[in-house]
Every structure is written in structure tokens, then in C-alpha cells.
């Protein structure tokens, strides 16, 4: 689950509660459509995944009227503030830096573990790891003391530089490396889950609140009959569930 660490302060400019007037509003979901399985396009350039599925019936049982939009991942929270959409749902790891700047809705997966990926046997403590740029898997690797953060603005970039000999193994959520270990035989999951985070929300403009609510209380409804727990069984096998 990718958790992404502000770099700079965002102002939370006056991009207005989605539903102020009374009058009904497609509300825009921001992605960034390149984090399998969570969110990524499809062969007809459509949004698809886990996040896709999820976001799509909460719209419903919120009684919305939802749009996709894909974003950066790099600016994917300032542009949320300044109104370019009104939802942040991208596997963002509900944390208090970012909740400085932007409010949550409850969480809708458990926290799930990051796993380092590489060629063999590496020591963390002294190696050279690779991590998208704006997570808390890079932030992680910041604060270890002794292993030497190289980033990168895209996942696959991170790959690449194990691949290529530019770092020696990568940190990432276990979800998204698991498949490339899979079907890869140069690289492997190494050594022991690390875990980040605290859980997957949404992210929402502090002005918002009554959004808020509303897809609270459709994650609550989910929850409540099962079937969040099913598409983080279909989507994330050996996730946690609820």
C-alpha cells in the first residue's frame, strides 16, 4: 500500500464542499493508475483494480454520481486541495502528516506489510534501496541509519534499479511486489515484512466534511455485509481483512 509523505506544506485553498448549494455534483475520484493491484489502466485505458471496484460501490451507497481521474502520484494531495478532484483514492496510508493537510474517511484495508524485493541475500542496514519518491516505505528507508534511499518518481523505475545493479533491492507494499517475484525468476522477496502505516483511506478536503460522512458511511455498509472483505480477498490475497 503505497503511504505518501508530504514534502512541502499545501494551502488548503477554497475549492468548495462538493454539495454546498443543495444541487447534485459528480464527484471526481483522483488515482494514479499505475499501482497494480490497487489502481492501474486497463487495455482501454480505463481505471481498474482493487481501488476501482471499491470506489465504484461506495459511490453507489453513497447515492453519488462519481467520475475517474488520474493524477501523479507525486502531486496527487496538492491537487486535491486545489480542487482538480475531490477524492483521493490511491492507496494512500492514512497518516498524521498528511491529516495535517488533508482530512481521511475511516480506513478500507487493514495495514498491510512492505516487503523488500531484490536479487538475493542483501543487509538493510548497509545496502542501497530503491523506493518511489513521497512514500513512507522512502521515508522508512530514510530513517534507518546506514542504507543509503535512492528514489524514483514511478514503481517501475524502482524495479529497474534493482535489475540494473543501480540499488540492491527495493521496499514497496508486499501486494505490489509479490506478482513481479512471481514472474521473475532473477528477483525474490528477501528477508521480513516490514510494517508501515495505518491503513488505506480516502483522502478528502478538510472543507468536506459532509463528504466525509457520506463515504464513511458507505465504507461502514461494506464492511457491515462483507463485501470489503471480499474484494480485499479477490484483490489482495493474505491481506488482513476486517
Not at 486497463?42 to 471496484?53: H, M, S, T
Not at 514511478?154 to 514497496?172: F, M, Q, R, S
Amino acid at each position: 500500500m503505497k503511504k505518501l509523505i508530504l514534502s512541502a506544506a499545501a494551502l488548503a485553498l477554497s475549492a468548495g464542499l462538493a454539495f454546498a448549494d443543495g444541487h447534485a455534483k459528480t464527484i471526481r475520484l483522483g488515482t494514479e493508475g499505475a499501482y497494480p493491484p490497487y489502481n492501474f489502466l486497463d487495455d482501454n485505458g480505463q481505471v481498474a483494480g482493487f481501488e476501482r471496484e471499491v470506489g465504484d460501490e461506495l459511490c453507489k451507497r453513497a447515492e453519488l454520481t462519481c467520475e475517474w481521474v488520474t493524477n501523479e502520484w507525486d502531486s496527487i494531495i496538492p491537487n486535491l486541495v486545489s480542487g482538480n478532484y475531490d477524492v483521493i483514492i490511491a492507496g494512500m496510508s492514512i497518516t498524521a502528516e498528511r491529516d495535517e493537510v488533508i482530512d481521511f474517511s475511516d480506513p478500507y484495508t487493514q495495514p498491510d506489510p512492505s516487503a523488500y524485493l531484490a536479487m538475493g541475500d542483501f543487509d538493510p542496514a548497509s545496502a542501497v534501496i530503491a523506493a518511489q519518491s513521497g512514500t513512507i516505505q522512502a521515508s522508512h528507508i530514510a530513517s534507518m541509519g546506514g542504507a543509503t534511499l535512492v528514489e524514483f518518481a514511478t514503481p517501475e523505475e524502482t524495479i529497474a534499479a534493482v535489475k540494473n545493479g543501480e540499488a540492491d533491492a527495493v521496499l514497496a507494499d508486499k501486494a505490489f511486489l509479490e506478482p513481479i517475484a512471481e514472474a521473475e525468476a532473477d528477483l525474490m522477496l528477501v528477508g521480513e515484512d516490514v510494517l508501515l502505516g495505518g491503513g488505506i483511506g480516502l483522502g478528502i478536503r478538510e472543507s468536506d466534511g459532509e463528504l466525509r460522512e457520506k463515504f464513511n458511511a458507505a465504507i461502514q455498509s461494506m464492511k457491515d455485509d462483507g463485501s470489503l472483505n471480499a474484494l480485499i480477498e479477490k484483490h489482495l490475497p493474505g491481506s488482513a481483512t476486517f
